[in-house]
């Protein structure tokens, strides 16, 4: 096991003060910005987890009784038979990070899908190392304080006598290796930050709010480990014509009182192009007219939802003489159809 004393150059009863020296001496001549030397790197770990384990007094007593953490008795048995379970050294590669993306649609490529680029700030793959943290002509090294296993054992004396405590090596972090000569371009990270085209396949039929899956398209993770995933959430923006219902579409056709009497063909704009759209005679306020398949794609079948027009008739509020004649003349023909309460289900006629 590596001695964090030792690293520090200090004695066992070395005060804080007296341990906050030794680290900043040594910082100062291993820290990378000022010591380029490959080796040196290492070194500098080395001595800042050194220094962050006796710096804390809880930490610093944990290392002087041998390194053992809420040491029970069940601690100590599967410290001293092994345990039951497979010790050894634990990978370096770690998985990314995911991530949650939002991406903006209107209503036409929430109904139809669409193919979209989105530009995203990420962590790629190291083009230098390939992800293997290292400096190219150079490899990973085993680690000469575990020989590999990631592990250290020390023998301490407890209540029960002499004892084997076993715990992750500090100096590779429990890996089991080292990197001698880091990779300049990525400090051994084995990515680095970059921005990437997100090509997206947006399906037919999604919702506002709705979130979308892509499984390893997020970033890489460190050592070239596995890329975490994307989240995507759907922001669907408001129409100023279609309303959503689901898989159907609404919209409001405003239709002049005479012709709500008399019924007229017309031609209105659709998502999908120009359709024709009867309104038959005799149309009310709030009559719906169902033109079939011109609604939203069903995301999870086949097949769309429909577009229903409701009919909003006109009265108009201002009429010139001509046109007052014309109405006084249309309710002496309706006297008999005096204004009076009725079935909320049912609704007036001429």
Not at 266 to 281: A, N, S, Y
Request: positive net charge.
């Amino acid at each position: 096991m590596s001695d964090h004393y030792e690293v520090l150059g200090v004695t066992r009863q070395a005060t804080t003060d007296e341990i906050k020296k030794a680290y900043r001496k040594l910082a100062r001549e291993l820290h990378p910005d000022v010591n380029p030397e490959p080796a040196a790197a290492e070194k500098f770990k080395l001595v800042t987890f050194a220094y962050e384990v006796l710096s804390d007094a809880k930490q610093r007593a944990q290392f002087d009784n041998g390194g053992a953490q809420g040491f029970g008795l069940g601690d100590i048995f599967d410290n001293f038979f092994g345990g039951g379970g497979t010790r050894g050294p634990v990978s370096r590669a770690q998985r990314g990070q995911d991530a949650l993306l939002r991406v903006g649609l209107n209503l036409a490529e929430a109904v139809f899908g669409v193919e979209k680029t989105l530009t995203i700030d990420t962590a790629v793959l190291c083009a230098t190392c390939k992800g293997s943290c290292c400096k190219p002509g150079t490899s990973i090294q085993t680690c000469d304080v575990c020989r590999g296993s990631g592990q250290i054992q020390r023998q301490v004396q407890s209540f029960m006598g002499m004892m084997v405590t076993t715990a992750p090596c500090g100096s590779c972090r429990g890996t089991g290796q080292i990197i001698p000569n880091p990779c300049v371009t990525c400090r051994g990270q084995g990515r680095v930050r970059a921005q990437r085209d997100l090509e997206l396949q947006i399906p037919a039929g999604v919702a506002d709010g709705m979130r979308l899956h892509l499984q390893g398209q997020g970033e890489v993770g460190f050592a070239g480990g596995p890329a975490g995933d994307i989240y995507l959430e759907v922001s669907v923006a408001p129409d100023p014509i279609f309303g959503r219902d689901g898989d159907d579409l609404r919209a409001v056709l405003e239709v002049p009182v005479a012709d709500a009497a008399l019924g007229f063909e017309t031609e209105i704009e659709t998502l999908d192009g120009p359709t024709k759209l009867e309104v038959r005679q005799g149309a009310q306020n709030g009559d719906i007219i169902t033109l079939k398949h011109l609604g939203a794609s069903k995301l999870r079948g086949r097949g769309r939802g429909d577009l229903l027009v409701e009919v909003k008739i006109l009265t108009p509020t201002r009429l010139d003489g001509k046109q007052r004649d014309l109405f006084k003349k249309l309710r002496e023909m309706h006297s008999q159809d005096v204004p009076r309460l009725g079935s909320r289900r049912t609704k007036g006629r001429f």
